[in-house]
């Protein structure tokens, strides 16, 4: 059975490989791990015995290989203003795309 890593460890791992690709990149937080997970980038494997989610190695260099890009050049980021959607890449500086309504 393949190792499960915590949060903490979780970054830890992914924060080398960062560095190690991109020679010595900024470090992945814990915080970073979360919002991949709720991001959809990272899925919990399993519980710890604090119910704390645990993740496979392989499901996190995935999440770390899918959010890199990113991480190393924000300004191709998606911008965001505060409560709104995102921002079209066709929208003029500081407007904003309206809310879809389901």
């Not at 970054?11 to 991109?22: E, I």
């Not at 814990?30 to 919990?44: D, E, K, P, Y």
């Not at 499901?59 to 505060?82: G, S, V």
């Amino acid at each position: 059975m393949t190792e499960l890593y915590n949060g903490v460890q979780a970054a830890q791992l992914a924060t080398q490989w960062r560095r190690f690709v991109s020679a010595g990149a900024a470090a992945v937080t814990r915080s970073a791990i979360c919002n991949w997970r709720t991001r959809g980038h990272l899925r919990v494997a399993g519980l710890d015995e604090r119910g704390h989610p645990l993740y496979d190695p392989v499901d996190l260099a995935r999440a770390e290989k899918a959010t890199r890009d990113i991480a190393l050049h924000p300004e191709r980021a998606t911008r965001r203003a505060p409560g709104t959607s995102a921002v079209s890449p066709s929208a003029s500086p500081g407007t904003t795309s309206a809310p879809t309504l389901h």
